[in-house]
Every structure is written in structure tokens, then in C-alpha cells.
């Protein structure tokens, strides 16, 4: 008989062999599901090679770079239409920037992409949803080289802003030769921005639109020599100029700066400026026949007579103003026309006229015929009866905006302006 320890031996050395066996099978098994993946694997990828077109960065870029050949490199007309530059005036354009101003070019995007989407938008105020669809980029991606072309464009404002020369004794040119040792000539202009909803009061022109008050200075070949932008547009011109004149430093505003800039290398890098063929010519010619240069009037010495003249004129004028408002031609609206003319306003809202910048065009006319089918008989016309009536309202509500904006004053239950002494002190304080 066997010992009872031999079997107990025995039957833990079969265990063992068992267990050992098992584990074998496990890892078998898995290195077979392995290979067999690995084959499938191989095989669609394989297949999707032929079959299937996966995304790929190269042919996105390549779709870039055809995009800004065709702007740069087709023709002369194509350039000028899209970036207002020629061809050579465009490749001046890249090469002073990076080599002057040190704009780099990216990883994906070079310098010649990057100056094309600047000028694409400061062109034709074209949104950055337009310009990165054109250009297959993000939003991010157009805003970011944006200023980046901005900010480089604007160290070489030493280059590009125009030292001024005064117009020489001997000028023969039309226009300046009258002007002798005049550097150019200064003008105001409003330019329209958007603001924050809490600054519109303060940007808001006497025309009704928001905007900023621009005063430049051009030169008699039409090159920016000075450039203040900053200002409100509610500020008055003369507050503008004083300002050009006792400050060092002006307000600034870097894309209307950038604009400016561009206006003088394009006048100085190209033959002919696309944009003069907008702008008559001045000439001699009066009626098809050539007038005498010694008919120009160059000077107008001071009389007596010219004096009395002038005083009489001046008086006639405001003598005819104020017998034209006085007068009893003047059109007087009632109540129930204002009130007609109120809910046919806001008719025309719910018929979708208004839109950001106020009503569309047309819209006098189809009030007139609103005011028509209310008061069959009536003689108000668009033009000049309700068009000089929502002139008057627009006037009153930026009076009213202006008042009631932060300084407590508002209306009561009868919509009569209700302050008291102090609140009315401290806003004419303020203002």
C-alpha cells in the first residue's frame, strides 16, 4: 500500500499541473485574439486608403494658399478691387512690415496671408465671418493677425506720415498757387464706431448716428500730415481743433491711424490712386471755355463799400429767417396727427423697418400714406412735413437721454420731467 503522505504529494503536484496548464491556455488565447486583431486592423486600413477620404490639414492649407495667390498674384485689377493695392504697391507692403516693422510670419500662416486679411477688412468692412470663410481660418485667427498688422503698421508712422512742405512762391498749380506757405488743409469728419451701450449718449453726432470726430490735416498731395481721432461725436469741431492745438499727444484711435497710414503709402508707392477717378478734376473751364488766369480772385482788398455791402447782406438773411418762421406758412401739427404719426411708427416696427442704425429707406413714404388713409384730406407730405417732424423728435430725445441718464430726473405719471432743485443744480453742474 502507498504511504498516505506520498498521496498527498501526488495530488498536489496534479493541482500544480492543472493550474500551470490553465494558464498556458489563458495567455494563448490572448496572444491569438491579439494577432487576429492586428490583421483586421492592417486590412481597413488598407481598404480606407481607396475607399475613404480622411481629413487632413495639408489640404485645407493648400486651399489657403490658392486663395491668397489669387488676391496677390492674378492681376493688378483683381488685387486693387479686393485690397485696394496693386501687385507691387501690396509686395512693398509685406516687405516693409516684416523687414522695417518686424511682423513675422507663423507656422501656418505667412505674411503675405496675414497683411491680405488686414486689408480685406479695413477694404471693405468686412466682418471676421466673412474674411475667415474667405480665407478658411478661424475667427481667432483673423482677429489675431489683425492687430498684429495694426500694431506693426503704426511703429512706422515716422515713415509713413508725411513731413509737410509749405507751397513755394512759384507754384503753378490751381489749386495751391493762391495759398502760398500753406502746409495743407484741416477738416472734421464722423466716422462711425460702436460703443458701449452706456456711451452712446456721448458719441451720438448732431446727425443722429454714433460716432467720433476725426480732425486731419492733408498736404496739397493729398497725404495725411496730422491725424487726431479719439474724440466724441457729440464734441464740436472747435473743441477738436482747440484740443489739436494745445495737446501734445491727441486721442487716438489705432484703426482709423492704420487707415490713414495705408492712404499715404498707396499715394506714394503707386502711379495712380484707384480712388481718383471719383473725384473730378479742377481746371479752368467754366461753360467749355478756357477763363483767364487774372479773372481768379486772389485777394479782396477792404472798402467801405464791400464793408456795407457785406452788413447788408448779413442783415437781409436774418431778416428772411425770421420772417420765414414767424410767417404763417408753416405747417403746425395737431394732437391726433402727432398721435397718428406715433402708431404708424410703431406699425412700421412690427412690419420689421426698423433695423440698427434706425429706420430703412422708404419709410417717410409709406407714413405719408398712413397719415393719408387717417386724415384723407390733409396736406402733410413726407418730405418736408414728417421728414422735419422726426428730425425735431429725434432732437428732443437726445435732450431727454442726455438729462435723464444717470442723474435721477425722470418722468412722472403725467409724463411731465419731475426734479427737484437739487438734483436739477447737481446735473447742470455736471454738465
Not at 244 to 268: P, Q, Y
Request: proline share 3%; hydrophobic share 40%; charged share 25%.
Amino acid at each position: 500500500m502507498l504511504c498516505p503522505q506520498f498521496l498527498v504529494i501526488m495530488d498536489k503536484v496534479i493541482a500544480v499541473q492543472a493550474t500551470h496548464g490553465a494558464i498556458i491556455g489563458i495567455i494563448t488565447s490572448i496572444r491569438a485574439f491579439m494577432l487576429l486583431m492586428n490583421v483586421c486592423l492592417r486590412m481597413r486600413c488598407r481598404r480606407g486608403r481607396f475607399n475613404r477620404q480622411s481629413y487632413d490639414l495639408r489640404f485645407n492649407i493648400t486651399r489657403q494658399l490658392e486663395h491668397v495667390r489669387y488676391l496677390t498674384n492674378l492681376s493688378d485689377v483683381t488685387c486693387r478691387d479686393h485690397l485696394r493695392m496693386n501687385i507691387d504697391c501690396f509686395n512693398r507692403l509685406c516687405f516693409l512690415l516684416e523687414n522695417v516693422g518686424g511682423l513675422s510670419p507663423t507656422r501656418n500662416v505667412t505674411i503675405a496671408e496675414q497683411v491680405a486679411m488686414f486689408l480685406s477688412v479695413l477694404s471693405h468692412h468686412t466682418k471676421n465671418r466673412i474674411v475667415k470663410h474667405s480665407f478658411k481660418r478661424s475667427g481667432y485667427t483673423v482677429s489675431k493677425h489683425f492687430n498684429s498688422v495694426l500694431n506693426t503698421l503704426l511703429k512706422l508712422h515716422t515713415i509713413l506720415l508725411i513731413n509737410p512742405q509749405p507751397v513755394p512762391d512759384d507754384c503753378n498749380d490751381n489749386r495751391w498757387k493762391y495759398f502760398k506757405g500753406c502746409l495743407g488743409a484741416l477738416d472734421g469728419t464722423y466716422i462711425p464706431v460702436k460703443v458701449l451701450a452706456t456711451d452712446i449718449p456721448r458719441y451720438r453726432n448732431r446727425k443722429g448716428f454714433v460716432s467720433v470726430n476725426v480732425l486731419a490735416v492733408c498736404d496739397r498731395n493729398m497725404n495725411y500730415i496730422y491725424v487726431l481721432s479719439g474724440w466724441e461725436g457729440s464734441a464740436a469741431d472747435s473743441r477738436v481743433l482747440r484740443d489739436a492745438v494745445t495737446r501734445e499727444h491727441g486721442l487716438k484711435n489705432h484703426i482709423i491711424l492704420g487707415c490713414c497710414l495705408l492712404h499715404n503709402f498707396i499715394r506714394t508707392h503707386t502711379d495712380v490712386d484707384p480712388m481718383e477717378d471719383d473725384v473730378p478734376e479742377f481746371d479752368n473751364e467754366v461753360d467749355g471755355e478756357n477763363t483767364p488766369v487774372e479773372d481768379f480772385i486772389d485777394a479782396v482788398e477792404p472798402s467801405h463799400a464791400w464793408t456795407s455791402w457785406r452788413d447788408n447782406l448779413a442783415m437781409q438773411i436774418v431778416d428772411g429767417k425770421k420772417a420765414d418762421k414767424g410767417s404763417s406758412h408753416r405747417r403746425v401739427w395737431t394732437y391726433d396727427e402727432e398721435k397718428v404719426l406715433v402708431n404708424s411708427l410703431k406699425e412700421l416696427i412690427t412690419r420689421g423697418y426698423k433695423c440698427d442704425n434706425g429706420f430703412r429707406s422708404g419709410y417717410v413714404t409709406v407714413l405719408e400714406q398712413m397719415m393719408l388713409q387717417a386724415f384723407p384730406n390733409t396736406d402733410l407730405r413726407g418730405e418736408p412735413h414728417i421728414n422735419s417732424k422726426m428730425h425735431v423728435w429725434k432732437k428732443q430725445y437726445v435732450a431727454l437721454h442726455m438729462i435723464f441718464d444717470g442723474s435721477g430726473i425722470g418722468l412722472n405719471a403725467s409724463y411731465v420731467v419731475d426734479a427737484n432743485e437739487d438734483k436739477w443744480a447737481a446735473w447742470i453742474k455736471v454738465k
